[in-house]
């Protein structure tokens, strides 16, 4: 073991050539090889039907490298450490000869980490190819999200994999948590008890979710198209950050205290009927337009699209949660695809003081907010109100950011990827920033009736002009509480 208590372990990732595994997984592999946080005897094994020779392989992965790694974290030397961990096989994945081929391959390889880059419908084959060989008693196994596109499928698979692992040895990516400021969220609402205090309806008036990113589809219509923003952005990744922004503080750390207090949070999720869509959830789609300066293409025109098309590129939701602590507190969310930059961010808006006693025309700049942003440029910043300096000024009121901004306060050059800590933390064992099953269930559950209310409604996404922020109804979703999203040109 490093001194991060890594174990010695071979990891095996099936579907290595794909997309995934070539822009993110070997990357960060690289990267924890070059900080020397995988201890020697760690093995990379990949796995897929197209394998080739390994002069090929070795040529291909050492390429992606090149392409996904900065250039100045390209270390010759860390490569080359790299490259004489990795070996391959060709394998079919539901071949049972195969299964037995790879059993020959791990024969002495000790603890395996078993990375599912693959579609999920192919997670319960793997599963029983690798107990049909005896290795499933040694593996952990990394399931990659979408796990299923409604609560029934996602049933299936998961009971599929819970067939040859039991939970402890099951880690569900959702890589929004493996991110550095989402972490710290744990940090700053639990080790401040100046958050803590304020943490409820009683203090906090509304709360927004900001997931913007410029990218479009990226060659991925196949998928996205089945999928929409609300399976591939809301069901997972925003609720992720809603239930680490409003659960109750857990009791320690582990694993399950965590899971169980953001578990309450998902079943205290208030249903979005049809009859209440109205007002609480836009879709959209983009149409053609420009993102920083560029021209691009609509949703409709990208390559391989079905012009009929009435999937959401972007979706604005107004959500509550039934519960003490939030009760009358509306949390708005919104994510889009081809938005004018890339940005996650949470605005956390304080209510006004009780009595007022400053100038009646000052009174609408009283505005407390924490701005968390998560990326890019990771920072806290509190919009504080200060007196306006000057003999002249009287108790003029001014808002100002006390800011935190990670790289200039600690001086960290780079901020990990999400999948180098999501890696490491499989290496140790530790499950806390893996998504348990009933989180996953919980969910898709609430998910899905909002899904089949906006079927029922049969009203299609309304258009919006790539490099803008959503359809004009969104504005208008948190404009009907007096509100507007933070920051918007
Ligand atoms: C993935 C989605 O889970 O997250 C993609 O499938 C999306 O559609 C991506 O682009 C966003 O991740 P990040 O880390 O770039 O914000």
Known sequence: MTSMNVETCTVVIFGAMGDLALRKLFPALYQLDRM????????????????????????????????????????????????????????????????????????????????????????????????????????????????????????????????????????????????????????????????ETQWNHDYISHVEITVAEQVGIEGRWGYFDKAGQLRDMVQNHLLQLLCLLAMDPPSDLSADSIRDEKVKVLKALAPINPSLLFGQVVRG???????????????????????????ETFVALRVEVRNWRWAGVPFYLRTGKRMPEKLSQIVIHFKAPPHYIFAAEQRPLIDNKLIIKLQPNESITLQVMTKEQGLDKGMQLRGGPLQLNFSDAFGTSRVPDAYERLLLEVMQGKQNLFVRKDEIEHAWAWCDQLISGMRAQGESPKPYVAGSWGPTGSIALIARDGRNWYGDA
Do not use: W
């Not at 900065?70 to 080359?80: I, K, T």
């Not at 998961?158 to 744990?186: C, M, S």
């Not at 789609?285 to 999937?311: C, M, R, W």
């Open 285 to 311: 789609q983009y149409v053609k337009g420009y993102i920083q300066g560029q021209a691009v293409p609509g949703y409709l025109d990208e390559p391989n699209a079905n012009a009929e098309s009435d999937t």
């Open 36 to 195: 020397h946080l995988l201890p020697d005897g760690v093995r990379i094994m990949a796995l897929g039907l197209e394998i080739e020779t390994e002069a090929t392989e070795n040529a291909r992965i050492i390429g992606s490298l090149r392409r996904f790694v900065p250039a100045e974290e390209l270390d010759e030397d860390a490569l080359g450490r790299f490259v004489e961990r990795l070996c391959y096989q060709a394998m079919d994945f539901l071949l049972a000869e195969d299964y037995l081929l790879l059993a020959d391959r791990l024969e002495g390889h000790g603890q395996l980490i078993a990375y599912f880059a693959t579609p999920a419908a192919l997670y319960g084959s793997i599963c029983a190819g690798l107990a049909g060989v005896d290795l499933a008693g040694r593996t952990r196994v990394v399931l990659e999200k979408p796990i299923g596109h409604d609560l029934k499928s996602s049933r299936v698979i998961n009971n599929e994999v819970a067939q040859y692992f039991p939970e402890d040895r099951t880690y569900r990516i959702d890589h929004y948590l493996g991110k550095e400021t989402v972490q710290n969220l744990v940090a700053l609402r639990f080790a401040n008890s100046l958050f």
